[in-house]
Every structure is written in structure tokens, then in C-alpha cells.
């Protein structure tokens, strides 16, 4: 131990590592990946949530096209 704290830090919320505020671009996160991670979670469960059935079908059509 020792040594200067330097700014706040946080906890990512995607994997529980600590985590600078500050000169954090991913913020909360600890990387892009975290954050790619929850906001892809956070986006699915919206779409699943709130997108009309018309938007559904639109959605899966493409995916299909796409062969993903
Ligand atoms: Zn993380």
C-alpha cells in the first residue's frame, strides 16, 4: 500500500472491478468492453419491452436475412 490517491474511484457495475472516474472514457465502466456488455443488456430488454409487434417482426426478418 502507499501512495497518493489519485481521484475517485468507482466500481464497474458489469464485472465488480474498481475503476478511475476520472480520465475514464468508459465510465462507470472499466472498459469498453463492460460497457458494451451492459448497454447491450440494457438495449435488449428495452427492445423486448417496449418495441410494438410490428418492430419485432422487423427485427427478426433482418436477423434472418442476415443469417445471425
Ligand atoms: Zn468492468
Known amino acids: 500500500m502507499g ?3 489519485q481521484g475517485k474511484k468507482v466500481r464497474c457495475p458489469q464485472c465488480g472491478r474498481f475503476t478511475p472516474w476520472e480520465d475514464n472514457p ?4 472499466c472498459s469498453e468492453r463492460c460497457k458494451l456488455i451492459d448497454l447491450g443488456h440494457w ?3 428495452e427492445y423486448r419491452l417496449s418495441v410494438p409487434a410490428e ?14
Do not use: A, N
Open 3 to 5: 501512495g497518493v490517491m
Open 26 to 29: 468508459y465510465r462507470p465502466f
Open 43 to 45: 438495449l435488449s430488454e
Open 55 to 68: 418492430g419485432v417482426e422487423e427485427i427478426h426478418k433482418t436477423g434472418e436475412e442476415k443469417g445471425e
